[in-house]
Structures are given as C-alpha cells and as structure tokens.
C-alpha cells in the first residue's frame, strides 16, 4: 500500500481539528464540529469518523474496536467520496478486516514485545526517530494509535495549530478483560459490540498519559502547538485548553 511520506508539508501552517474517541466528544454536536471546523482541515481517528463524517479529510483506524461490519465485510463506508484512509494493524493487510474495505494507505506495527521498556514509544519518547520521513514504511509499537501513525501525521503535514477533540485518555475499572483492570472510556455506549475489541496493558494509562508532556514539547519544537478542547482529558497539564 501507498506511503504518506509524499504528503510532507501539505498543510503548512493550516490549522486542524483531530476528532478521538474519549467521552468529551459527546459534548459536541454534529452541527457544531462542522461549524467549527469551517477552514480547518479534520482528522478523524476510529469510531471519531461516524459523528460527523462528512467533514473528515483524513481518517486514521486500526483494527481494534472497529464498528461491525455490514454484509459486504465494510466496517466504514465511505461512499464514492470520502476522506484518506490510513490504516494499521498488528497484522498482515487484509486479515483483521475485509479485502473490499477502502484504504489508501497501511502500515504494520509490530506486535506487543516485552523485551524492555523502550520497546514502547510512550517510554522511549523518541519521535523524532519516528517521523514519516526518517522512517516512512515502519511503525513504533505506542501502544495506541495515536503513538503509533496519527500524531506522526500532525508534524508531517506541516500544521501549525492542532485542536484535539476526544483524546481525553481518561479510564474506567473494568469487570472483565484479558488480564486488565482498565479501560478508556469512549464516545459510544460501552455496551455496544465491535469488531475485535481492544484490550490494554495494565501501565498504559498511565504511561500514555505521562508521554504526552513529552509529545507536546517535540511537537511545539517542530511547529506544531497542540491544544485540547476537553475538560475531561487526562493529557498534559500544560499543553493549552481551549473553549470553541
């Protein structure tokens, strides 16, 4: 699949608004993320891309926590126009969803290794290794998507501003799982079914939210200043919030 190295610098000095999948998504309605984001460019990440599709110009996903899918294997239809697709996974292209899903471009990111802390980039920090042009094929394990292909893009696209919307990185106890005690809270009703749910490690939390301190100072040095539009995210204490 194609590379989006040769996007470098496409929306120098553009302003964009990146849509997640925490709770405080809710406290915006469609209407007002298309109010918003009039001359702002969208990302929008997994689930984020369903509240108001038809603003988004780029949509990150993995295959974790993906909708269910339609009777044609389509988790997100995107109709004949749609935004750019970039897609990751933990696995071979096309084996944790249908060969018919659009995608324009795919990375693979290693699976979970437990060989030493700075296997993870929320541990090493090391972003600058992991730009799309220093390393345009290979991903790093985040974990998490945003640690692994979307704030990557923020720098690579050139932006000047990013106003975050859902990265709120807050938690609930779960009653089950897969050895964890953990989970993010999301926009969408727990209760719902998705396709090959995501489970977390029991330091990710915390580690993702300690790593952003760290993130948003390499973004800062590189152009980019990220601010938050939640009073519910866990992020970075210094990194701006904003009232839109």
Known sequence: MNSIKHLKDVHKGQECILLNC????????????KEISK?????????????APDIVDYHFWNCCNLPLPDKNGIHFDYGEDGPMVIASSNFAYGVRWSLFQKIDCFYRVPLFRLDGDNVFIANALNFENWTYTNNPVERPVGPGIMYETVVFALEHFGFSR???????????????????DKSYEHFYDENDDVHNPGYILDWEVEATCKASEALYK???????????ASNKSSLYEGIPRVIL
């Open 162 to 180: 990013v106003i975050c919307i859902g990265w709120d990185l807050t938690y609930k106890q779960m009653k089950t799982g897969w050895n964890q």
């Open 22 to 33: 925490g709770p405080s998504l809710n406290d915006f309605s469609e209407e007002k993320l």
């Open 218 to 228: 390499w973004l800062l040095s590189k152009g980019t200043q990220l601010e938050i």
């Open 39 to 51: 001359d702002r460019v969208v990302i929008a990440v997994k689930q984020a891309y369903l509240k």
